[in-house]
């Protein structure tokens, strides 16, 4: 039970009047002065704030009290065994529905972090962090008080059922440049180096880094950057698995494409009409999807010449805003993406159509990744409102909404991973969440 002023205030007014706010305390309307002299404190912005706060702490509390319901009404763990038993459900769809059940019941745990150097622990906030494909280790950016951001390895073989332990090692040599977009590379083995884009000065900079120098190992036994050079603001960035296009990575730029090879330090660039917010190669095929903040989606064959004009765009869809983030699936020939109009859907690349949405993603201005698990069948986005939402892949029915640990706002967005491998071939389920200064473990019981 809530105290009755919680309760109160966290009910809508009865209607929204322009120029008034409502007061639920007092159950009256107010005048919203005009003015630059205003000292009223109540403004719309600041009542929505307080509105958004009382749902999370609610939200937090029913958490902690596991009032958590299941994803799907009458269905449980029982209910599966049996209808399983009885030929009723494939092995397929059985082991989705049971990460949905397990998805339903995650509780949040910190994690204690450890660092050689214990003065950089914990001292600065998380902005991304970012799995490799084994989900062995997270590659970090902090951002620090006197500008630009650090980066750091966390190494998640110490995340066991019963102890939450991570061991982080930051890199002392890059400091002080802002990024943009991160992914991992595979240049002599899977994921042995990382892909950085972002503003070091202007013009802007992109970097290809060997993991190595985050190790544990004496500093100067450490090898130097592989490659680095200037460009324009960087939004994206995406390396290439395809033997046809080995050793290239690709960065999104203003209003252009650039596909360097890291290895012979040759570099085609691709004309475009909208900023490139959004990247990723197909492993199958030389092919690159582009998603823009026109709206538009469209692929590149890596394999031809540079080309004047559009002539050289392959596949072409369509968003009503700004594609902030794209994801092919295993098979490719479906494509899921997001927009800053909070739209999530997949696409038949195919017949060029889409043919599921994903509804309850919020989104207005910001950069956000898409999290797709086909193995699991679950789709996880962080809104801009800081909830974590996970939907079913199959249906695009909405089975979690979790809030975040801290208060929402703009430098407190949390940035996760989903594995049901956290630490390896033999690790442990569940979501990762880092904000602020904090890392979480939502964790299948």
Known sequence: SYPSDFVTFCSPPPQELPGFYYDSEK????????????????????????????????????????????????????????????????????????????????????????????????????????????????????????????????????????????????????????????????????????????IAETPGSASLLPASLFSSTNPGDRPGMLCSFKISTAWSCAWCLNPQADNCFSTGLTRRVLVTNVVTGHRQTFGTSSDVLAQQFATQTPVLYNGCRSGEIFSIDVRQRNRKGQSWKATRLFHGSAVTSIHLMEAEHYLMAADMAGKIKLWDLRAAKCVRQYKGHHNEYAVLPLHVNEEEGLLTAVGQDCYTRIWSLQDAHLLRTIPSPHPSAKDAIPSVVFSSRLGGSRGVPGLLMAVKQDLYHFSYI
Not at 50 to 75: D, F, H, Y
Not at 103 to 114: A, D, F, G, P, T
């Open 27 to 198: 159950n009256r309307y107010f005048r919203l002065l005009p003015g630059h002299n205003n000292c009223n404190p109540l403004t719309k912005e600041s009542i929505q704030y307080k509105a958004m706060e009382c749902k999370r702490l609610r939200l937090l509390e029913e958490e902690e009290k596991q009032k958590k319901k299941t994803a799907r009404a009458g269905l449980n763990s029982s209910v599966l065994l049996q209808r399983r038993q009885l030929g009723m459900l494939s092995s397929t769809s059985y082991c989705r529905l049971v990460h949905e059940l397990k998805v339903s019941c995650m509780q949040r745990r910190k994690i204690e972090i450890h660092s050689p150097d214990s003065s950089v622990a914990g001292t600065n906030n998380f902005k991304v962090i970012v799995a490799d494909v084994a989900c062995e280790r997270i590659f970090t950016v902090n951002d620090v008080e006197h500008g630009g951001c650090k980066y750091g390895i966390i190494n998640l073989s110490g995340l066991g059922k019963e102890s939450l332990t991570v061991e982080m090692y930051d890199n002392l040599y890059f400091t002080n440049r802002k990024v943009n977009a991160v992914c991992w590379a595979s240049l002599t083995h899977p994921d042995s180096h990382l892909c950085l884009m972002g």
